[in-house]
């Protein structure tokens, strides 16, 4: 099981452009949420997919969008974007049986610098 | 609003030696909690989970107690190694799958 898996591992982006990030979930997991970690700081929450929808959004514009696609796997896109957007983007997978207690799984992140 | 606060580092300390790390929390309802760790340059992984008070997490020697009463979850070792160098964040979930971490808490081992 390869696990959570993201792509790409690092970018750069200039102001203003827009990005997508790619995250396939753990075998066996059916909702992906996407987290943003600036640096030295902790990850915050900015949206969760189960079905295809979007089930639960964090503090973030709405230049943040996601898609998930029917095998699970997930899409996070930034438009416009800011310097401010500069940050290690996580992806986690969880099943949704007993989602209360049950861990999340992380990839190892897309490290995203705006130039 | 939810939140939680986890004591601010560096925290360094000597091979073997005792280590703690606060954290509390402020959250809705009856959250599960956890201990995820960062290692340099990787994603989070899961160190330990308490999820209904007075459970005890443990893993590789760390231990955590989930204390309602204080709305704490405070992280221990006994012996630490140069190798238990990292990141350390404190997590709960609550309503829904989202997660909500504290600030982190870089610990520094040295030989």
């Known amino acids: 099981d390869a696990g959570v898996t993201q792509s790409p591992t690092h970018l750069i982006k200039t102001r203003g452009q827009q990005v997508t990030l790619r995250c396939s979930p753990k075998s066996g997991h059916d909702t992906v949420s996407w987290y943003q970690q600036a640096l030295g700081q902790g990850p915050q929450f900015i949206f969760q997919y189960y079905e295809e929808e979007e089930r639960q959004r964090g503090n973030f514009p709405d230049r943040f969008s996601g898609h998930q696609f029917p095998n699970y796997s997930s899409e996070l896109n930034v438009n416009a974007l800011l310097l401010g957007d500069s940050a290690l983007y996580l992806c986690?997978?969880?099943?949704?049986?007993?989602?209360?207690?049950?861990?999340?799984?992380f990839g190892q992140g897309t490290r995203l610098t705006v130039v | 609003g939810d939140s939680v606060t986890q004591m601010e580092g560096p925290v360094t300390l000597s091979e073997e030696a005792f280590l703690t790390i606060n954290c509390t929390y402020t959250?809705?309802?009856?959250?599960?909690l956890f201990w995820y760790v960062q290692y340099p340059g990787e994603g989070l992984q899961l160190l330990l989970k308490a999820t209904k008070a007075d459970d005890k997490g443990s893993n590789k020697g760390f231990e955590a107690t989930y204390r309602k009463e204080t709305t704490s979850f405070h992280l221990e070792k006994g012996s630490v190694q140069v190798s238990d160098s990292a990141v350390y964040f404190c997590?709960?979930?609550?309503?829904?799958?989202?997660?909500?971490f504290g600030g982190g808490t870089r610990v520094l081992v040295k030989p």
């Open positions: 959250a809705t309802g009856y959250p599960s």
């Open positions: 986690a997978s969880s099943p949704e049986l007993d989602r209360s207690n049950t861990e999340a799984f």
């Open positions: 997590a709960f979930k609550a309503a829904g799958n989202k997660l909500t």
